[in-house]
């Protein structure tokens, strides 16, 4: 019998993509070679890469204009990454402060700048969604952590930010989970 894993972050996935999967591992695409042993230069690889950046902008409708990266590192170097590349010279990113995984994105924003928490939940051990803040017109970016995975509260509606403030979000644990207007 298949057990059933109920912690956050993991998911159920239906027997024939694991068996592709393993399959894939073995021998991919009859070549007598696992997809791990393949260059990831190779026309075979480049079409799994293609195929799966293209599943991603149909699950997430994404509309034109926009990209899909694969990137190293685990969402825990996009803490300091996000900073690195949305904070401009002398700018300034907002944060909401909603768990662990926000709070480690603030440190890390820190580190690199000016960063102003412009709403938490702290003060309630993060057992809720702060509301009736305004993000600062300046702010370079607005970070916020959509599903906060240790502590169980999720974001309904996305911050309102200014045309000039880039929305940053952490969908480590609800994205592909609902539809967002990602526009
Ligand atoms: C919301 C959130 N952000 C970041 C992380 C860290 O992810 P990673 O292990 O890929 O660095 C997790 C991991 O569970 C998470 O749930």
């Given at each position: ?7 956050a ?6 027997q024939?993509v ?7 591992v073995l021998n991919?695409?009859?070549?007598d ?12 690889f480049?079409a799994?890469?293609?195929k799966a ?5 149909e ?6 204009g926009?990209s899909?990266m694969?990137l ?6 996009q803490f ?5 590349n949305?904070?401009k010279k002398d700018?300034k ?6 768990g662990s995984?926000?709070?480690k994105?603030i ?11 412009i709403a938490s939940s ?5 057992n809720y969604?702060p509301k009736?803040?305004?993000?600062p017109?300046d702010?370079?970016y ?6 906060n995975?240790?502590?169980g509260t999720?974001f309904h509606?996305?911050?309102?930010v200014?045309e ?10 609800d994205i592909?989970s609902r539809?967002?207007d990602?526009?």
């Amino acid at each position: 019998m298949k057990k059933h894993n109920f912690s956050a972050g993991p998911c159920v996935l239906p027997q024939e993509v694991l068996e592709q999967a393993s399959q894939a591992v073995l021998n991919f695409n009859n070549l007598d070679l696992s997809l791990i042993e393949i260059s990831h230069r190779s026309k075979d690889f480049i079409a799994v890469m293609d195929k799966a950046q293209a599943l991603v902008k149909e699950l997430l409708d994404l509309p034109e204009g926009y990209s899909v990266m694969f990137l190293q590192g685990g969402a825990s170097t996009q803490f300091l990454m996000t900073a690195m590349n949305l904070l401009k010279k002398d700018g300034k990113g907002a944060y909401i402060s909603t768990g662990s995984w926000s709070k480690k994105a603030i440190t890390e924003g820190k580190n690199l700048g000016s960063i102003d928490v412009i709403a938490s939940s702290e003060d309630k051990n993060f057992n809720y969604i702060p509301k009736g803040y305004t993000c600062p017109e300046d702010a370079d970016y607005l970070h916020f952590t959509s599903n906060n995975t240790i502590f169980g509260t999720q974001f309904h509606e996305f911050p309102e930010v200014s045309e000039g403030t880039v929305l940053a979000s952490d969908m480590s644990s609800d994205i592909f989970s609902r539809k967002i207007d990602v526009s």
